[in-house]
């Protein structure tokens, strides 16, 4: 059996504002395995990306701050080291492939410099080396051209040749985990299939885990070893891939499942969970997706469900499945 590489134990995120307290990842436990595609699933603003920001320690402060909880990067609490001591992890053990490369690349640099200053920085790499080992990793990634790509600028190339040079920045160092937040949310659906297929790919030849976050259960589905589905700051439900599509528990999971389009559909018109995700400086007391669900129960009105276990690998928070195991 694979051992944890990442482990989320019971981690509290907020955020401090004028107005109240945003409780963005709220007691968040899971972990990824080594070599594991983790996908991380749910609504816009659910805490999936601040999840992600909280396993780099890049939450702004004032006026985030993680206030509770343990995250664990083999074995070790990334939450006790120093500043130094993280800048030495991240780009190099743990990478980052963002939503939108247009404004994440730094526009007055070329690609190679800003692959390059990867490479110095962890791989102690003088200028020509780095140069060098930029072209290696952009023929990598599929990039025609390499000697000449790595001279450009981020605005002279598209969109897909973007998001491929931003994933050769990520995975220069060859880290061990790869977090991808949106990969394919920009790009039109062929470059989306490339890009899945780079990031398999890589995956396989670099034996990298991935947290992939997306909104997109097709992309889950073709992409994803284990899935965690996040609401309101929350983990309502955490299953494998294949269990999660043929057996969802939770309401929300079911409904999102629903929302997706689907080739022989009945009707003309898409499925959508009724209602609106609770303002996040007010939330109740109860169950969060209870003003939306269509099975909703006294006890779900009066006190908040646990996330317990069902079965092997399997768990859910809903009172609808009262028998489990507390996890």
Same mark, same amino acid.
């Given at each position: 059996?694979?051992?944890?590489?990442?482990?989320?134990?019971?981690?509290?995120?907020?955020?401090?504002?004028?107005?109240?307290?945003?409780?963005?990842?709220?007691?968040?436990?899971?972990?990824?395995?080594?070599?594991?595609?983790?996908?991380?699933?749910?609504?816009?603003?659910? $805490?999936?990306?601040v999840a =992600? @920001?909280?396993?780099?320690?890049?939450?702004? *402060? !004032?006026?985030?701050? /993680?206030? %509770?909880?343990?995250?664990?990067?083999?074995?070790?609490?990334?939450?006790?080291?120093?500043?130094?001591?993280?800048?030495?992890?991240?780009?190099?053990?743990?990478?980052?492939i963002f939503q939108e490369p247009m404004t994440s690349l730094n526009p007055v640099f070329t690609i190679g410099e800003q692959i390059g200053e990867v490479l110095i920085l962890h791989q102690n790499m003088n200028h020509s080396e780095a140069n060098r080992k930029a072209v290696e990793i952009l023929k990598l990634v599929g990039i025609p051209r390499a000697e000449e790509i790595v001279n450009c600028y981020p605005h002279e190339l598209?969109? $897909?040749?973007?998001?491929? =040079? @931003?994933?050769?920045?990520?995975?220069?160092? *060859? !880290?061990?985990?790869? /977090?991808? %937040?949106?990969?394919?949310?920009?790009?039109?659906?062929?470059?989306?299939?490339q890009i899945l297929d780079?990031?398999?790919?890589?995956?396989?030849?670099?034996?990298?885990?991935?947290?992939?976050?997306?909104?997109?259960?097709?992309?889950?589905?073709?992409?994803?070893?284990?899935?965690?589905?996040?609401?309101?700051?929350?983990?309502?439900?955490?299953?494998p891939v294949r269990e999660l599509f043929a057996h969802p528990l939770h309401p929300y999971t079911v409904g999102l499942l629903q929302s997706k389009p689907a080739i022989h559909q009945d009707t003309d018109r898409l499925y959508s969970i009724p209602g609106q995700v609770p303002n996040p400086l007010h939330l109740p007391a109860d169950c969060h997706f209870s003003p939306r669900c269509g099975k909703v129960c006294s006890q779900c009105r009066e006190q908040e469900p646990p996330l317990i276990t069902i079965s092997e690998g399997h768990r859910v928070a809903c009172w609808l499945y009262g028998e489990g195991k507390i996890s």
């Open positions: 059996m694979a051992e944890n590489l990442v482990e989320f134990k019971n981690v509290k995120t907020y955020f401090f504002t004028e107005e109240g307290t945003v409780k963005a990842v709220d007691d968040v436990s899971f972990a990824i395995q080594e070599g594991q595609t983790l996908g991380v699933v749910g609504e816009s603003g659910c $805490g999936k990306s =992600a @920001m909280s396993l780099l320690r890049l939450i702004p *402060n !004032p006026p985030g701050k /993680i206030v %509770d909880g343990q995250i664990l990067f083999e074995g070790k609490s990334l939450l006790d080291l120093s500043e130094e001591e993280m800048r030495s992890i991240r780009g190099n053990d743990i990478s980052v598209s969109g $897909g040749m973007r998001q491929r =040079a @931003m994933i050769a920045m990520a995975i220069a160092c *060859n !880290p061990k985990l790869l /977090i991808a %937040d949106e990969p394919t949310t920009a790009l039109d659906v062929t470059i989306q299939a780079l990031m398999r790919g890589l995956k396989e030849q670099l034996n990298s885990a991935i947290m992939l976050i997306t909104h997109d259960l097709g992309v889950i589905a073709e992409m994803a070893d284990y899935v965690v589905v996040m609401y309101c700051g929350k983990v309502v439900e955490a299953a």
